[in-house]
């Protein structure tokens, strides 16, 4: 794998896209799983764009507002203490974006509340990320990936989603590519990535199958 290759990997599967790419393929792959079946493909991608909104670009303004003002030296985050204050404040942002869902878009939490959970669940995911982040260097883009495989994993064995197994098998190939661009780029050691991952697995795992 390329350089290239590699960083191309880290832009397209960053961890805040990870959400976006969850709920896409729940929406539209096993929408009955949320409840969402009686929508609309265009309501489904009207709920995914706000998603979307809440858990990348506001996230993203808020980092490259950091970046901007002095607060952290680089947007890809590369030092513990350039990480801490971004992942702390995203966190902040996702639960409060778990709480609309939840607690103001109160419809939808009625047909769907799976979705607020697991927003809620990825918050506490990043939550977790800072707070190892004050002394070592986790792999987020491991926690991310590792989140949607376990998210999508764990649906299809409790509820039995054969329509899944296809977009799983592709997840874990995506997430060989993540693992080995992160190396590639020396953004992590092998420890790292390997802890991303289970920290991501198994707080998705926790929430499926204890909260779903």
Do not use: C
């Not at 729940?26 to 979307?52: E, K, T």
């Not at 801490?84 to 939808?108: C, D, K, N, S």
Request: net charge positive; aromatic share 10%.
């Amino acid at each position: 794998m390329t350089t290239r290759i590699a960083y191309f990997l880290s832009v397209v599967l960053h961890p805040l896209l990870m959400p976006t790419l969850l709920f896409g393929l729940l929406f539209f792959q096993v929408p009955a799983a949320l409840g969402l079946d009686a929508f609309s493909p265009s309501l489904r991608l009207s709920l995914l764009v706000l998603i979307f909104v809440g858990t990348f670009m506001v996230p993203s303004l808020l980092i490259y507002y950091l970046f901007r003002s002095g607060s952290i030296q680089s947007l890809q985050l590369d030092t513990l203490a350039d990480r801490r204050l971004p992942y702390f404040l995203t966190a902040l942002i996702y639960a409060i974006v778990a709480y609309l869902f939840t607690f103001q878009m109160q419809a939808l939490s009625i047909l769907a509340p799976e979705i607020g959970i697991l927003i809620a669940s990825i918050a506490v995911s990043i939550l977790l990320v800072g707070l190892i982040s004050l002394s070592w260097q986790i792999s987020a883009h491991s926690v991310g990936i590792g989140g949607v495989v376990g998210v999508i994993s764990s649906l299809m064995l409790k509820f039995s989603l054969t329509d899944l197994f296809v977009p799983l098998l592709l997840l874990v190939l995506l997430t060989g590519f993540v693992a080995s661009a992160r190396l590639r780029l020396n953004a992590h050691t092998p420890a790292q990535i390997s802890a991303g991952l289970a920290l991501g697995l198994i707080v998705s795992l926790i929430t499926v199958f204890w909260l779903i």
